[in-house]
């Protein structure tokens, strides 16, 4: 069947099939499963176990942050890596309707990052299962902790990877629907600043004030920012001292680090760690480092992009190669060399807010673009 033909067909099917898809998604959803709530993320590896089981074969791996799910199913030709992780952002309880539809919008906790994007698997898998299609080598990693930077995770992240051709995440599009080839790095630091208590009132002079001290290592650190290049350093959190009589002996900023390029990532993290005290009474600690590199576009992760966008076009739609600051599990594939992917999950908005959601109507040609996507990397090898 000419490809084209192919991608309608597989199109038509989702159509059919798509309230069934959301009676999947509304049940995984209605799972609440912040990242390390134990009984929820339990219950939605449970469940999940359960729908993929006989679609591969599966195998269940208890990391600190709960269940790694992996599942391999035989096809010819290259060997795809398909990512997606079940927790979500939102504390247990925080929405009061943990699903609700409105003017072709659907509502939930963790809906459009990830559940939505995750079950596209699913039914991929259950498309290509009906039999009559060939698909490449399929390996699926749902992963409990990705919220939280994959503490856990990563390990089987990076194995699955060496043995991958091509890596497939299931994160959202960007917002105007692209998908997604370049992603910056992402890091985080605490710089701790040590310095000495003293009462304010009798002797201040014999004190060594660490906020002080930290708020000229905060105007130093901003410094290194590069806003042309979209290199930034955030200094988001800071604590410190203890009374307002007391020289503050101790205070520490959380910075959070981002950049396009490798090559920025490392010349910022050198940065910090050649910082040094002001005040030499003052003593310096870091901690934190590159967490998540960038993923940045290669010329083999742009002929994936291409192959993904000649089928959205059979579909109807278009996409450009886009580009965001936040980081996914693909900053680690990408950073092992594998030609990724991402944003092949469900349009939509508001992740990590209360006005998360997906878009209903473009769910069916987003399934049938992961679905028909692998079928055409069968045969490039
Ligand atoms: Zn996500």
């Known amino acids: 069947m000419p490809t084209r033909a192919r991608a309608q067909d597989t199109l038509n099917y989702f159509e059919r099939h798509l309230n069934s898809y959301l009676e999947d998604l509304r049940q995984l959803v209605e799972i609440e499963s912040p990242t390390g709530y134990e009984p929820g993320i339990k219950r939605a590896a449970l469940w999940l176990q359960t729908q993929f089981a006989s679609l591969g074969e599966l195998s269940r791996f208890d990391s600190d942050s709960g269940p790694v799910l992996r599942l391999f199913r035989r096809g010819y030709g290259p060997r795809v890596l398909l990512l997606a992780h079940y927790d979500t952002v939102h504390p247990l309880g925080s929405w009061s309707k943990l699903w609700h539809e409105e003017k072709g919008r659907i509502y939930g906790p963790g809906v459009y990052d990830m559940k939505a994007g995750l079950l596209f698997i699913l039914w991929a898998l259950r498309y290509l ?56 790095g992402v890091g985080w630091y605490v710089v701790k600043v040590h310095g000495k208590a003293a009462h304010q009132g009798v002797e201040p002079e014999k004190g060594v004030n660490a906020i002080v001290e930290a708020a000229r290592q905060v105007l130093k650190v901003i410094e290194a920012q590069d806003l042309e290049k979209g290199t930034t350093l955030g200094p988001n959190v800071a604590r410190g001292g203890t009374a ?5 002996d101790y205070a520490e900023v959380l910075v959070d680090m981002r950049a396009w390029t490798l090559a920025e990532a490392e010349r910022v993290d050198r940065f910090m760690r050649a910082l040094k005290p002001e005040n030499p009474g003052a003593r310096l600690e870091l901690e934190g480092g590159l967490n998540r590199p960038p993923m940045e576009p290669t010329p083999e992760s ?4 291409e192959l993904a966008r000649g089928v959205a076009v059979d579909l109807g739609f278009d996409s450009q190669p886009g580009k965001v ?3 996914s599990d693909g900053n680690f594939t990408a950073a092992l060399g594998v030609p990724t992917l991402d944003g092949l999950g469900a349009a939509g908005a508001g992740a990590h807010q209360k006005s998360e959601h997906v878009i209903k109507k473009e769910l069916p040609r987003r399934l049938a673009l992961l679905s028909e996507l692998l079928v055409r990397l069968t045969h490039d090898a």
């Open 129 to 184: 299962n009906r039999g009559g299609l060939e698909h490449p080598n399929l390996e699926v990693l749902l992963t409990p902790d990705e919220e939280v930077g994959s503490r856990s995770s990563r390990i089987f992240i990076e194995d699955a990877a060496r043995g991958a051709d091509y890596a497939l995440v299931l994160e959202p599009p960007t917002g105007a629907g692209d998908l997604k080839v370049h992603r910056k």
């Open 244 to 248: 307002g009589n007391v020289v503050a």
């Open 302 to 305: 742009m002929e994936l992009f």
């Open 325 to 327: 600051g936040g980081g």
